[in-house]
């Protein structure tokens, strides 16, 4: 039989008098040179929209290829239109991100919003069968955490919390990899000494997220929810620096610069200490007394050691004296290093370039897809987050505290346990 050739025309015209459903389909579907098909895309859903989600987390949906960002959430109606206005697209936008959880087009859920929700929306959202990707700190309080971890477990889903480094890129321990080699090589000796200080470049914003106290009461702004951005956290009357970037200065929703760049900068630390499951023993701080008990307030250092003599000296330079310059920022009995990476005795880094590299770290894309632990999963996730909460029970305490971290209970003191596992507003519970 001989190839007949017909016309488009003719064939859709032939098509539509036999009643077959006709569909016209666009070009990224079919993938190939420059598209991506939907079916490579990791869809995303962010909750809460302020500064970071913004900027961090919320994708533009471009023309011609399939969108990333399908939702967008935030009880902040001004934050919500300015998000929505950037994903474009196929993008819807919520005020309640319960009813995100209800979508089962979307592949992650990213969480961008104040810390004392970060572990009930992660909770559902794992409960949900969604992967995760959360700002930090990982959660506001240890039970909070440990509930959070187990959760992540329990569903089997991909968590990773965006703490850079891990990784490699963030600040001076941006070499984490390196540092952990060095350590592993057992050339510093033991115990170890980590300084995470002013002088050595790591900027506390301290005076930057400070709280006020004695806040004036103001109206609620129409375009916020406020009884829903406070969910969990106590009533307090509204004021402006309560909610939006300033909140990071008041106890109920966060820690200050503490809180804030914490787990940043200590999350690598545990990594090339090697201690991504455990935590230290004994905490102390230095700071003034009495705390406010609303508002964050500035602190000098905190002092927190592990039951094998490792030493983690954080040093905010922005209280008292500051530390002096000069210091190792990372140090053993046998050798030194400086935040420039110059080390005593000289080219101890040179020595350990022949020695295996530390198992590479997968990153969030690439764990979803594979379903491998993400480098910044639910565990050392929540142990370097353990670390910041206990530095601010310190200084909010101001005495020396003894800690299990297997237990993950202060020894013989009652009050800092309380503070452990803070209740929640109701309905809001773990």
């Not at 050595?200 to 930057?208: T, V």
């Not at 880094?349 to 894309?365: C, M, N, Q, R």
Request: hydrophobic content about 35%; glycine content about 10%; overall charge neutral.
């Amino acid at each position: 039989m001989s190839a007949k050739r017909i016309s488009r025309r003719k064939f859709v015209s032939n098509t539509l008098k036999a009643g077959a459903v006709f569909y016209i389909v666009p070009r990224h579907v079919l993938g190939g040179p420059g598209y991506t098909p939907p079916s490579e895309v990791l869809t995303r859903a962010v909750i809460g929209t302020g500064g970071m989600g913004l900027a961090g987390h919320v994708t533009e949906n471009k023309a011609g290829e399939p969108p990333v960002t399908l939702a967008v959430c935030d009880v902040d109606r001004n934050h919500l239109n300015r998000a929505l206005k950037k994903a474009g697209g196929s993008c819807d936008a919520y005020a309640d991100w319960r009813k995100v959880l209800d979508r089962r087009d979307i592949d992650t859920i990213h969480i961008a919003t104040p810390p004392h929700w970060h572990a009930l929306i992660g909770i559902a959202a794992a409960q949900c069968g969604f992967d995760i990707m959360s700002e930090k700190p990982f959660t506001r309080t240890i039970r909070e955490g440990r509930v959070y971890l187990e959760t992540v477990q329990r569903y089997g889903r991909i968590l990773q919390v965006n703490t850079h480094g891990r990784f490699g890129n963030y600040y001076r321990f941006g070499a984490s990899k390196m540092l952990k080699k060095l350590v592993n090589s057992g050339l510093l000796g033991r115990p170890l000494t980590v300084r995470v200080t002013r002088a050595n470049g790591f900027n506390w914003k301290l005076k930057q997220w400070s709280g006020r106290p004695n806040l004036t009461p103001q109206p609620v702004p129409d375009v916020l929810d406020y009884d829903m951005w406070l969910g969990p956290a106590p009533v307090k009357p509204y004021h402006p620096h309560r909610v939006h970037a300033s909140f990071r200065g008041y106890w109920d929703y966060d820690g200050g610069g503490l809180t804030d760049m914490g787990q940043h900068y200590l999350d690598p630390v545990q990594y090339f200490l090697g201690k991504d499951e455990t935590g230290p023993v004994e905490i102390s701080a230095v700071a003034p007394w009495p705390p406010h008990p609303d508002a964050v307030g500035l602190w000098e250092s905190v002092t927190m050691k592990y039951a094998d003599g490792d030493t983690i000296i954080l040093d905010s330079g922005e209280w008292g004296q500051p530390h002096p310059a000069g210091l190792p920022m990372l140090e053993g009995p046998k050798g030194k290093v400086y935040d420039n990476y110059r080390t005593e005795p000289e080219g101890l880094f040179d020595e350990i370039a022949g020695l295996p590299d530390p198992e590479p770290l997968v990153d969030f894309e690439t764990a979803v897809r594979t379903r491998q632990k993400a480098g910044g999963n639910e565990v050392p996730a929540h142990h370097s987050c353990t670390l910041v909460n206990l530095a601010a029970l310190a200084i909010r305490l101001g005495r020396p505290l003894r800690w299990d971290p297997d237990k993950e209970q202060f020894i013989g003191d009652e009050q800092a346990n309380r503070l452990v596992d803070v209740p929640m507003r109701s309905p809001w519970h773990l």
